[in-house]
């Protein structure tokens, strides 16, 4: 098919076209999907949890023959070493648990991601949300530890929150901070409730519920600890 | 008793303190507690819920035969009208449903209350809280439609917020103005939630849930709607 | 303000309690924010749930002095019928309950907004997701009945999905419809779970945490039949 | 009673009527019920979860002394070891901690049994249902990774489901597969719901209300994680 | 198509294929299938739920162009009236407000369907199961009021339990029945929640979880007062 | 006083009265109400839940001044060490983890109490109602593992049913049994819901609500996995 | 058989023994157990609740025939005018809404049954617990309106708890009566959670949770607004 | 800066927007306030819960500059022993892991806050609220093991309980204990539900359920475990 377009028998728009709806590899315990990165134009994506590190030490294999950047989610010390000696370009987000191999810095999102946090226990999902969204070519900033018991701290960086073109919001316990941080902007806010909190936060559930029966309209909810969802997410509205 | 009290046989410390753990008064089928608002120097309530008129009438012609005065919560305009028959100096608070009976303006309550709420649509459960704290003798103010997803309005009131002793903050939907309200002050803040929203508010968990895990310290929280306890709770710990 | 200050006719603190936030317009029983509209260039709303026809009727007379789109959600035919005396442009969708009155019909979305819904019983909270974005300047299409147990219906409609710029998915049940949808596209889909089903649908918990728990990283949820926060969101995200 | 079948006093099909309903045998602490493989024609099946490895190993003990296959559900390595040494036909499913021992191979279901699965994470349980319809006389295949966030992958699968006779889709997450498969197919489909996931997957509870609020009608669904009883469901509906 | 299939370039089975995939008919408000039933050689069916009675008027209109049985659930005798104009074979079974026009009487099930149910109550969804499998071309059977706080009547129906080749049980309250009748026999019983009982069952919810975790494992679940379904796919069964 | 009763001055019915009130002894962090043996006539119980061995040993120590049995709910091998130093009589009941110091063998309930359990994994929990009823002295018998899917394991057994004062059931998963069993006596029978199951079983919510709907009416139930507490209401009820 | 008694060739035990397990009677839309009331030695009873007045009524004429007590739950003034037709000493108790046809006055139970309840609103299933073991042949107390939050109601009472040989206690909002009156006494306590209440209370799941985690051990549960069932419950028990 | 206004050193617009509010001080991962205390005369607190010791040590030194009470909730021995090397006046309190540094003894608090605990499990949380509030400047009283099945106990304590200005009662399982306090009082009543129970305590819900819906009305709630916030709110209150 590339041949055709090289020779000028098939447009590039129809090549494209056909990439993105070509069929999968099956690989056997898995279908990888090889042009999904193509189809969607995003770096490729292995969710650690529950996988283990032979299985995503494979598949990092796989992917480095191509040219995408690569993340890991919910990785550890360990994998990372590993992966390390599979590139050398390879870095380990701490608090994340995310490891990342950069090998684009092509910046594709229009405008400014802010990733905005509650509460300091909050901060792991949210490096989450700010890893995937810098690794999918956003210039990301992030303001931490503005939760709404403190109000005046939020309306303090309220030119910040004015800057960015999409805003994620971290935050546990009673959830409301989406609500705030929404009211002030006019550009999608995407709200990630986390799992931080006790008692009758029942791991998230209160924060869940706040977010999703917030006042502001500008609103939309992932899931419970979902930075990962939540940086995706922002980069697809980002690029558009 | 009271005989003894007044030939000096007895202190009048000891005789309020017998009055206030005399037996109650068997009704049949109830146990009326004559000396309950002695005991703890308020109004004779009727909570109206699940009453019939005639029994909350009987109740009423009970308690006229007394000087306090007399809320009845939750009742409409068919009852109101048989009670004003009982007492012309009843009113009826329409939006709240309830009826006050007000023989005794003394102000017990050593500063303000002050009700805020998020919404248009959760002034009925304010209202009630309002009328309760005010029958029982306080100096009350309310602040109405201050949502955080306009957090500007609050901002804009918040020298009343400070002016207050005691603050109840009623809200549903999220349930997030109580954390936002208590952290600009140093006073307690009763927290109502109420069951306005719909879908995942589920009937005001999801305001109940946002409260009880408020990451503001000041803050405790009463049942769903129940704006009535709120009032009492507030006036309890004004008259301190 | 600031000039009375530096002629010194204002104090400083006064100036600073002003400053705080300029106020907004205080209407007695809400605070009608006339900015609102003019802040993020959108019409003004009113959600009719559980307002009065009087209100509404009144909120509709003062903005009518102003040149914006109108749009009234949850409201009847009798409330329509009175809107439509203060203005012969109001129109009435009835499926939905909405109530527009469009005077600009500038086109301020970027892309198409695409709405899609998986039965024919969650048409209702589709169009009022489709009349919310159209009353806010997008061009918007609708999918409808192309659930996910006849798949080949919805393959069948692929172009119309790589087509928008904004999608928005409406499904009761199991809410598997947006998974499916996200997957096929590379735009942000906006999850609208409904509260249609019966049983262990949970008036709408059965598909809001299908949608939650998405397998797609491009999608976001809104509460349970809040068909007018994901046109409001996607009308925020089309105009990017 | 078999020697009144012998002489002819007696018809087999009484006989067997007569076995199905004879009474269980009395080991103390357990009634093992050594009728019930014939009665219900099937293997004899240790569930392993929260036995001891003396426990089972006692009662495989017991069961060799028969000549039906033996299932063991739920072990671990340091188990198989014990029961390896108790009969070398012994085997080890790793991936779901079956160990089986299949001493009859006939085959007594009369079509396909395929077992679907949306993620790599859901075959450890996809694992379960696969080797308990192996073990009770079935022809199994296995269709992995076809989540419905790729819907392409299981329509170019879609000859193997019309192939099978029966159908088991095991899903996490939000439990959106065995729609789409039922769609597409017209015989029973057994949906099982996995605990994969995290936040508001609610260890399974997504995807469980998922399944049972499936729009396709030939869907019935068992326990959350329920590999097993899937299995033996599939082949008492293959035996029919 | 047909014509090749007439002129022998086709074979039947390719036409049958093909037609099982061909595209549906679109109708506007609604994709309508008219090969549904061909595909899985089912009646054609309306679930009357939400839906207004024009418009189900209208789809049976167009159904009774062709030849199969049709089954309206959850109608009302004002329905009946409409329908039975349209073709006086209608029938109306009033306790699960069923309506039936049945045009091909041939027998397609191989068994018996049995259908139990546990309480008097229960028979509306009792009954919504039987006629459905009575409609699309099954002998059926039903048991009613045996409930297990009388195992004594359940155990005295033995024979009848055996002779069926598949199994519905309907019950509310605890949900028990659906363990005690599996366990008696070897066919897959389709167990059905109902919403019948107070307090504690929570719509249904006691009853559905009973029956998820039943200790015999040849049951599986539908949703809660799921009549229609669990007729359904009994007859998917009961063909096979 | 008891010396007043000597002398005739009181009568012992008197002197039991008061002794039931008589004020607890004040211990520092618990109140030790010595007289509670007395008062109701049981043995002296430790819940050994929670509190730490050298807690636990004390309190024991104090006890065996006194002539009562004793009984350690929720104890281990470890603390059964410490215990049987201080008194050879103890006995470990590993089961359960139930330890008991038997020093009163007075039959005093009137009937016989019967255990009965569904699976053998419910046994610790019937153990501990076993154990529990024992040392308050009442004749026990158990059957076990006689759960509904083998419902003639169960009519087997009737006549030992129909033998006991008192029945005491526990079963876990669907919890169906506590009905089967009080449908065929005309005693009381206290159903004990077991955390025993998994996935949809949600530690033993899935048994009790069947238990609290239960379809028989002399049936009421104790909390999750509660033996002791089933075992001390079946000696309170069988000393009647 | 009983001819067989009368000519003694069978011994009166055992023809009560076989009449309590003789076949019920197959009425078609319900089996009636004409040998209940025998069996257990209680009147026959009609859940109203769900069943129309003519079924009611047609069941009672069949009772008739025989000459127990005669108990409706749940019914209305309507019912209770036909039923009176049918039998002039029919009662109505209009509070709980149960019909009697009191035939047999025997005390049948040991001791006095004591019915308390902690509201006024809590009475309508106090009485029916009280009415069902009237009718029982109890002799029966009440105390009402004794909630927790005045103390000091029941501790003047507390002879009256003594006196008791089973004790129903009857409480909503948070359930905390049964707890209290448990540890005053040495008897059984049946707990009955009420649907009274409202936000939190969860129409009873707040009283039935406080009430399955009571402390005191003496305490056990039925469904919530059960008052028939433990008024059967402490039947069974006082005639032990 | 407002000077600087004046003087025609900084615009109008720049003033505005740096008055919006005056900045807290950033430091990096968080923004301490130092105006906290200040701010609500309180000392500073450190929420330990899942902070690293190295954090917290960290905290505490920038602490330490300043003169305040230091209340550290959740630590365990090893941060405490690097806490005491940083001040050697800082104590550790096991059984509520608190560690407080008390630096100024001023009684603040105007009258006496007393702890009142349901049970011996429940004195972790009672001590951390003890502990709060007399850190905060309070002169605390403390009641454990007084629990409503033993309620004579708590009968006898009432002197102590009317000599309280503000009161905490902490209670888990069935919660009942704040409701029976508040009745003997009339001053405010602070609610700590605990996740003591097990089975249907559901880890605190039950206890939470019961508080929310209290008959008394001069009780709020705090979340569940919650000991510091209510040792928090109490002194709040105890200063007014």
Redesign the interface.
């Known amino acids: 098919m590339l041949r055709q377009v090289r020779s000028g028998k098939m447009r590039v728009e129809d090549a494209v076209d056909s990439l993105r ?1 070509m ?2 590899e099956d690989l056997g ?3 990888i ?1 090889h042009h999904r990165s193509l ?3 995003f770096p490729e ?1 292995i969710l650690g ?3 283990e590190h032979a299985q995503v030490e494979g598949i990092v294999r796989g992917m480095l023959a191509r040219r995408h950047n690569i993340l890991i989610t919910r990785a550890d010390a360990a994998l990372f070493a590993r992966i390390k000696k599979l590139d050398r370009r390879a870095a380990f987000h701490k608090l994340s648990g995310a490891i990342t191999i950069v090998r684009d810095r092509t910046i594709r999102g ?2 400014k991601v802010l990733v905005v946090s ?4 909050d ?1 792991p999902v949210a490096e989450e949300a700010l890893v995937t969204a810098e690794t999918m070519g956003n210039r990301v900033h992030s303001l ?13 960086e ?2 910040q929150l004015r800057d960015a ?2 805003i994620i919001v971290v935050a546990g ?4 901070l989406p ?2 941080v ?3 902007v ?3 806010v ?1 709200a990630v ?1 986390t ?8 791991r ?23 930075g ?2 939540a940086g ?2 922002a980069s ?3 690029r ?1």
Chains 1, 2, 3, 4, 5, 6, 7, 8 share one sequence.
Do not use: W
Request: positive net charge; hydrophobic residues 45%; aromatic residues 8%.
């Open positions: 709806h069929p999968y315990y898995a279908k999907d189809r969607q134009g994506v949890r529950g996988k229009k405008g509650a509460g300091t226990s901060i931490y530890d503005v939760g709404v018991a403190g109000i005046h701290r939020l309306i303090g309220s030119r073109r999409v316990m009673e959830g409301a609500s705030v929404a009211g002030m006019a550009v999608p995407i409730p799992s931080i909190g006790y008692g009758a936060s029942f998230g559930i209160a924060a869940l519920l706040g977010m999703l029966n917030s006042c502001a309209s500008n609103v939309a909810v992932v899931n419970i600890d979902n990962f969802g995706y997410l697809v509205i980002n558009l």
